[in-house]
Each structure stands twice: as structure tokens, then as C-alpha cells.
């Protein structure tokens, strides 16, 4: 994903260490402005990056870059004839300053900045021209950033005294649009964190660049990036499908959550062990934000103002950096005058409760039990000290293994189990909310719904997949589309997709909003559907092996007996994993009676649909053919002839100009090609049979499938 944002507003990609607790009570200060600057325009001034012990302060003030301190005030590093100077990182103690000076039409510059050198360019990649730095380790001894080529192309960097700036590559399968760009570097200088090909990166010497994924259910046209890395490195953040996102090794990409008031949160700083994280918001007003774990997004103009301090007239835009312990936050804004200017705040983290999974109770099952899951399991904890808590609202069919505790940093479990009273209980739904308390401070208060559905009796459901094919290469998610239908006349109870035995992935699934495809649910958590109901699915599938196989997805109930019939080509999911990126056709057929129908009227009748595949993989040659018969099953020698060609914008056959049995194009990546496919009744009489009587229109690259679509046969 390329940089949405200019080098002064990537300062906030400043690195923190762990470093002795500020203390300091809330308080806010503007930064001013460098004297002689205007008061407005270009010479209003901007907080950029905070060092680790919070007391240095980097940032650009007019066209100067800035250093202040409390003592010596705003000092400018220095003036490059004809550049203006953007800082963007800071060491632990301030002793260094990296950035870039901008000059205009001329190519920019990484810089350096010491008191005993100044402000020193740190050259260039081979054949790079424009370069800027956006992040220093904790000595200032590497210095990280992006070189780009005149083709706009570019290239993340690691700079070192001795190496000068080496390029850290790119992530495999760019498809000749290779680019990468360095945001930020952890204290030891051994990670470096940034964006690739429109992917996450964390780059170390030993393992290269890794992608770090995509949230699950975003989207991912529009990409991931990582901006910020915590001072072992354990801990990146960034934005995934415009959703910010905290990353580890052991939890992978984790949503920081969405507010209505707060929308396309960036984060842009993150303190030393990754437990504060601050950044902007977009949306009708942007605001600077904090996140916790404990309380998760909020404004930190309301948080200074809710704890007295006096901000009248001020607006707070956006975060840039934040403190190794995550008290001293800087940013920009707007001054009583209307005028942008940087601004400092001392907000300190109190004591929080904390409670995972963010996962609510549903509990179902028929009457008299069992009910499945029986029991649920919740971590509570403490971040910044330790707090009294309470659990109350718990319903009398539910029990706990506690109700009241002190919460610290070491998590406690607390377990709640479907006991012997929701064995009486007749068919319905029963709610509760449970809260759990912070009695200290009320810091981090919490609520989880439990839900208990008890069936009337078994029910029966069946199941489609869209897309039905895919490909993907290995170690990188592929995603689709399900939906399960309750056909019977009862409530179908923990109604969930996995995979079958014996397929090297991983599986995740999840429910959406049938009207945007958009994720709402849980990840991995069982539903219930309504009898004569649908449900829809976001899927999402990551190989550790290379194969290709029509995967037959499991859609399982718990008071269905048997789980949803397995037909080939209709919820299944055609998957080829490959060891370099082959053209990925997303496909769908359309027909003219706009419900899945391809219509024949009598056996020696013609029927028509059209295709639309659109290639969102590599470029590469594509056979499309149409067969009665899915991948990997016996033929079905359907009395049918059936025919293709692809069309142009007007609907007229250009490939062949005759339709004829199949139809190669070569598709380059994002193009969408377009086919008719007639289907000739051979006299005889095709039943109406829409799970097993069908028409597909298979993609092929030389024989490998990359995508599918297909249409039932209704001859009437």
C-alpha cells in the first residue's frame, strides 16, 4: 500500500524504550512557534516525535525542524537553504533527530540530525533519488525510512554509519509493481516495520521481510501497512482495510476496535511493551486518540478535559508520539486562534481492568440438555497496577467460578458453566448481561451478553460457497463467502463452518451483514439460525502446504443430524495453492432470469448466461470452458451442448467470434473479462435438479483450475 500520508505527518513513527516512570498530573501545553516564523500557514508548528523519557520533543515550526525541551524551549536545528525540514523520529534521549528535507520540485533527503554534526544527509539507495527517514533506534545509531526511484517505485531502508542505507527488499509475489516503505525500527535496531506490495511487513536480519497479513474480513484492496514497532519489536500497529490494528507472534493481526465518533483510526506512536498506542482519526473532525487495552479508543482531548485541564478554544487532531511508559503524548492541533500548533500532554494510565476474550456467551442446545458449549472461559486481569473487581448480573442457568477478586497483571480465570437449572427450561431464548466491575477506579468496566437457545427439536440445513474456486500461493490467507439455510421448521442451534480432516490450513470463519458482506460476528464462534432462515459467512483459509483440491466445507448444527449435503460446485470450495502467484479468477454467472436459473424452454430449447471473471491475481493465459461436470467428479453427461465465447462491452462474441467450446484470453491482474455460454437441449428432458444439474464455467491455466461459476438448468 503506498503512503497515503507526507513525510511531516509520518513523523508520528517515533520508537520508544523502556525508560524510568514520568511523573507528572494531567496537563496539556501548545508548543508555540520558532521566533520569526508566521503565526499561521506554513509557519505554524507540528509535534512530531517525543524521546523515551518523554522530555524531548521533535518537530517542525515553518519550514524548520525544532528540538524542545522544557528547559532550553523551542530551539530550530537548523536552516537548509532551500528545503524545509521534517523530522519524524527521535532517540531515547533526544540526543538524535531524523527526518527529511523537502525542496520542492528537487529530489528530498533523508537527514540526520546531532548537536555536534547538525543536520547531515544520509544519501541514497543505487538508482533512488527521493528519500525520507521516519524512524531512529534508541541510541541513533539506525536510522530507517524509504528511497524512491523517478518512477515513483520505492524501496525500504536501513541505515547504519558504517553500511550506509541498504534496501530491505520487498515481499515475494509483486508482480513486477515491486515497492516497499521503512516506518519504523524498534530499540536495538534489529526490526524494522513498514508496508509492502500492499501488505504489513516486519523485516529482521535473520528471517527477511514477513508479511504480517490482513485483518480478517477488511478489505484488502485497499491494503495493510505497519507504522510503528514497540522497543523489543514484539508488538507492530497499523491499519488494515482503513481498520488500525495491534500485531504479535501469538495473536496475529487484532482489530483495536471501531467507534462511530472516531472512524479510520491511524496509529501513529506506540509506547515500549505496545500497551498505549495514540494516532488520529478521520470522519467529520479529526481527533487525536489513545488507545489502551483496557478502554480501548478514546479521545484524548475528552480524557484531559474530563480530568480538569482547561482546553478551551483548542481542537487536538491527531497523536504523533508517544512516551515508554505512555503518559507524555504529542500532536498537532488547532489554538484558540484557529492556527495549527504542536502540543504536549502529560495524561497518565491508571490502573485498568481487563477482560478477554471480547467474545460473548451463546450456549444452545434442545431441551433438557446437554447444551453446547458448556462452559466459558474469561482471563481477567490488570494493566498499570492492580484493582478490585466484581462479577454481577449472572443468570441463574450460568455459575461462576467467581464473582469478586483483585485483578493483576498475572490473569486469573474465571469459568461460566451451563448448570442443571437450564435443563428445565422450555424452547427459547434466554439473555442476560453480565458486568464485570472495576471497583477501584471503574477503569476498564466491562459486559458480556450471555445467550442460552434451547431448540423445539432437530432441524436440517443446507449450504452454498461464493466464490467456488480460488487461488492463492502458500502461507497467504484466501477468503470467500457462505451461507447456511435453516430448512426446517425449528431453530438451528451453535450452527458453524470448519474444514474436513486432512487439509494443511488453517480456518477461520465468520458471520456478516448479508447486505455489505461485511464481517459483524465473532471469529470462530457458533451461531444460531432462525427456522427457514439464512445466515451468511466471511471464510478465511491459510495453507501451510501446496495442493489443489474441491475442499468439501463442513456446515454443522447442533441439533442437526447430519451436517449440510456435501454438492460439488455448489458449497464447495475449489482451492489451489501454488509456490508462485498464478491468475486468481474471481468468477460469477449471471442469468437473464436473475436467480441462479439458466432457463431452457423444452428439450430441444437454447438457454444463455453471461460471465463475469475478474483476475485478481496474476496476469497469465486462462482457458474458460463450459461442462456439466465440477472438478474432480464423474462425468454427468447432461444432454446439453453447451457453448462459449467472450464478449466485448456491447455483448457481441470476440473470442471466438463463433461461440465454440471454450474461449483462452490472457488476463492482466485487476482486468475483468466478460462470456456468453449457450446451452442447446439435445430432446431429452433435463430434471429439475439444481444441486446436481448444473452448468459450470471453469478457468484453467494449463489445466490447473484458478476459478469457477455455475448456473442451475431449469428447462421448462
Known amino acids: 500500500m503506498r503512503s497515503?500520508?507526507?513525510?511531516?505527518?509520518?513523523?508520528?513513527?517515533?520508537?520508544?524504550?523502556?525508560?524510568?516512570?514520568?511523573?507528572?498530573?494531567?496537563?496539556?501545553?501548545?508548543?508555540?512557534?520558532?521566533?520569526?516564523?508566521?503565526?499561521?500557514?506554513?509557519?505554524?508548528?507540528?509535534?512530531?516525535?517525543?524521546?523515551?523519557?518523554?522530555?524531548?520533543?521533535?518537530?517542525?515550526?515553518?519550514?524548520?525542524?525544532?528540538?524542545?525541551?522544557?528547559?532550553?524551549?523551542?530551539?530550530?536545528?537548523?536552516?537548509?537553504?532551500?528545503?524545509?525540514?521534517?523530522?519524524?523520529?527521535?532517540?531515547?534521549?533526544?540526543?538524535?533527530?531524523?527526518?527529511?528535507?523537502?525542496?520542492?520540485?528537487?529530489?528530498?533527503?533523508?537527514?540526520?540530525?546531532?548537536?555536534?554534526?547538525?543536520?547531515?544527509?544520509?544519501?541514497?539507495?543505487?538508482?533512488?533519488?527521493?528519500?525520507?527517514?521516519?524512524?531512529?533506534?534508541?541510541?541513533?545509531?539506525?536510522?530507517?525510512?524509504?528511497?524512491?526511484?523517478?518512477?515513483?517505485?520505492?524501496?525500504?531502508?536501513?541505515?547504519?554509519?558504517?553500511s550506509g542505507m541498504v534496501g530491505l527488499g520487498y515481499l515475494s509475489g509483486n508482480n513486477g509493481n515491486a515497492w516497499s516503505t521503512g516506518r519504523g525500527v524498534n530499540a536495538d535496531g534489529s526490526v524494522v516495520v513498514g508496508g509492502s506490495i500492499g501488505q504489513a511487513f516486519r523485516w529482521t536480519p535473520t528471517s527477511g521481510m514477513t508479511g504480517l497479513g490482513f485483518l480478517p474480513g477488511s478489505n484488502v484492496e485497499i491494503g495493510s501497512e505497519a507504522f510503528a514497532v514497540s522497543a523489543d519489536g514484539s508488538v507492530v500497529v497499523g491499519q488494515s482495510g482503513g481498520e488500525a490494528f495491534r500485531w504479535t507472534a501469538a495473536t496475529g493481526m487484532i482489530d483495536l476496535g471501531f467507534s462511530s465518533a472516531y472512524v479510520c483510526f491511524q496509529p501513529f506512536g506506540v509506547n515500549a511493551d505496545g500497551s498505549v498506542i495514540v494516532g488520529g482519526s478521520g470522519g467529520p473532525a479529526s481527533r487525536a486518540i489513545r488507545w489502551t487495552a483496557g478502554n480501548g479508543i478514546e479521545s484524548i482531548q475528552d480524557l484531559l478535559t474530563a480530568s480538569g485541564v482547561n482546553l478551551a478554544g483548542w481542537q487536538l487532531t491527531g497523536a504523533s508520539g508517544v512516551s515508554a511508559d505512555g503518559t507524555v503524548i504529542v500532536g498537532c492541533g488547532r489554538n484558540p486562534a484557529g492556527n495549527p500548533e504542536g502540543w504536549i500532554a502529560h495524561l497518565p494510565v491508571l490502573p485498568s481492568l481487563q477482560v478477554t476474550p471480547a467474545t460473548n456467551i451463546a450456549a444452545s442446545g434442545n431441551p433438557g440438555g446437554p447444551f453446547f458449549p458448556s462452559s466459558f472461559n474469561y482471563s481477567v486481569s490488570s494493566?498499570?497496577?492492580?484493582?478490585?473487581?466484581?462479577?454481577?448480573?449472572?443468570?441463574?442457568?450460568?455459575?461462576?467460578?467467581?464473582?469478586?477478586?483483585?485483578?493483576?497483571?498475572?490473569?486469573?480465570?474465571?469459568?461460566?458453566?451451563?448448570?442443571?437449572?437450564?435443563?428445565?427450561?422450555?424452547?427459547?431464548?434466554?439473555?442476560?448481561?453480565?458486568?464485570?466491575?472495576?471497583?477501584?477506579?471503574?477503569?476498564?468496566?466491562?459486559?458480556?451478553?450471555?445467550?442460552?437457545?434451547?431448540?423445539?427439536?432437530?432441524?436440517?440445513?443446507?449450504?452454498?460457497?461464493?466464490?467456488?474456486?480460488?487461488?492463492?500461493?502458500?502461507?497467504?490467507?484466501?477468503t470467500g463467502f457462505a451461507t447456511i439455510i435453516n430448512t426446517g421448521t425449528v431453530l438451528a442451534t451453535a450452527c458453524a463452518l470448519a474444514l474436513p480432516d486432512g487439509v494443511p490450513a488453517t480456518f477461520l470463519y465468520q458471520t456478516t451483514d448479508p447486505a455489505t458482506n461485511l464481517p459483524i460476528g465473532t471469529p470462530n464462534v457458533p451461531v444460531t439460525i432462525a427456522a427457514g432462515q439464512a445466515q451468511t459467512f466471511y471464510f478465511a483459509i491459510m495453507p501451510s502446504a501446496i495442493f489443489s483440491q474441491d475442499i468439501a466445507l463442513l456446515f454443522q448444527c447442533s441439533n442437526t443430524p447430519n451436517p449440510a449435503p456435501s454438492i460439488a460446485g455448489l458449497d464447495t470450495f475449489l482451492l489451489t495453492v501454488n509456490s508462485t502467484p498464478i491468475p486468481d479468477m474471481l468468477s460469477i454467472a449471471e442469468t437473464f432470469t436473475h436467480d441462479g436459473n439458466l432457463v431452457i424452454n423444452?428439450?430441444?430449447?437454447?438457454?444463455?448466461?453471461?460471465?463475469?471473471?475478474?483476475?485478481?491475481?496474476?496476469?497469465?493465459?486462462?482457458?474458460?470452458?463450459?461442462?456439466?461436470?465440477?472438478?474432480?467428479?464423474?462425468?454427468?453427461?447432461?444432454?446439453?451442448?453447451?457453448?462459449?465465447?467472450?464478449?466485448?462491452?456491447?455483448?457481441?462474441?470476440?473470442?471466438?467470434?463463433?461461440?465454440?467450446?471454450?474461449?483462452?484470453?490472457?488476463?492482466?491482474?485487476?482486468?475483468?473479462?466478460?462470456?456468453?455460454?449457450?446451452?442447446?437441449?439435445?430432446?431429452?428432458?433435463?430434471?429439475?435438479?439444481?444441486?446436481?444439474?448444473?452448468?459450470?464455467?471453469?478457468?484453467?491455466?494449463?489445466?490447473?483450475?484458478?476459478?469457477?461459476?455455475?448456473?442451475?438448468?431449469?428447462?421448462?
Open 602 to 716: 423444452g428439450a430441444n430449447g437454447i438457454g444463455m448466461m453471461a460471465v463475469a471473471s475478474i483476475d485478481i491475481g496474476a496476469a497469465g493465459t486462462v482457458v474458460f470452458m463450459p461442462t456439466d461436470t465440477p472438478v474432480g467428479q464423474l462425468p454427468r453427461n447432461l444432454p446439453l451442448s453447451l457453448f462459449i465465447c467472450q464478449t466485448d462491452s456491447s455483448g457481441t462474441c470476440i473470442n471466438p467470434t463463433t461461440p465454440g467450446a471454450s474461449s483462452m484470453v490472457t488476463a492482466a491482474n485487476n482486468q475483468t473479462v466478460f462470456f456468453s455460454v449457450v446451452a442447446v437441449g439435445q430432446g431429452v428432458k433435463v430434471p429439475y435438479d439444481p444441486g446436481n444439474n448444473r452448468i459450470f464455467i471453469l478457468a484453467k491455466q494449463s489445466g490447473t483450475p484458478v476459478g469457477e461459476a455455475s448456473a442451475a438448468v431449469k428447462m421448462q
Open 4 to 162: 497515503r500520508l507526507p513525510f511531516p505527518v509520518l513523523a508520528a513513527f517515533a520508537i520508544v524504550i523502556a525508560s524510568p516512570a514520568i511523573s507528572h498530573a494531567q496537563s496539556f501545553q501548545g508548543l508555540g512557534s520558532l521566533p520569526g516564523s508566521s503565526p499561521t500557514g506554513s509557519g505554524s508548528s507540528f509535534a512530531s516525535a517525543v524521546s523515551a523519557d518523554g522530555l524531548v520533543v521533535a518537530g517542525v515550526s515553518g519550514t524548520q525542524a525544532f528540538r524542545r525541551t522544557v528547559s532550553t524551549g523551542m530551539v530550530g536545528l537548523g536552516v537548509v537553504p532551500g528545503a524545509s525540514s521534517q523530522p519524524a523520529g527521535v532517540n531515547v534521549d533526544g540526543s538524535v533527530i531524523v527526518g527529511t528535507n523537502s525542496f520542492g520540485a528537487f529530489p528530498s533527503q533523508a537527514f540526520r540530525w546531532t548537536a555536534a554534526n547538525g543536520i547531515v544527509n544520509l544519501g541514497s539507495l543505487p538508482g533512488y533519488l527521493v528519500n525520507g527517514a521516519s524512524g531512529v533506534n534508541a541510541d541513533g545509531s539506525v536510522v530507517v525510512g524509504t528511497s524512491n526511484a523517478a518512477d515513483t517505485s520505492g524501496q525500504a531502508f536501513r541505515w547504519t554509519a558504517s
Open 383 to 478: 494493566i498499570s497496577g492492580n484493582v478490585d473487581f466484581s462479577i454481577s448480573g449472572v443468570p441463574s442457568w450460568l455459575i461462576a467460578s467467581m464473582t469478586s477478586g483483585t485483578a493483576t497483571a498475572s490473569p486469573a480465570t474465571v469459568t461460566f458453566s451451563v448448570n442443571a437449572n437450564g435443563n428445565s427450561l422450555q424452547p427459547g431464548t434466554y439473555n442476560a448481561t453480565i458486568n464485570f466491575t472495576n471497583t477501584t477506579n471503574g477503569q476498564g468496566n466491562r459486559t458480556r451478553t450471555a445467550t442460552l437457545t434451547i431448540a423445539a427439536g432437530a432441524t436440517s440445513i443446507v449450504a452454498a460457497v461464493a466464490p467456488n474456486a480460488r487461488t492463492t500461493t502458500l502461507g497467504n490467507v484466501v
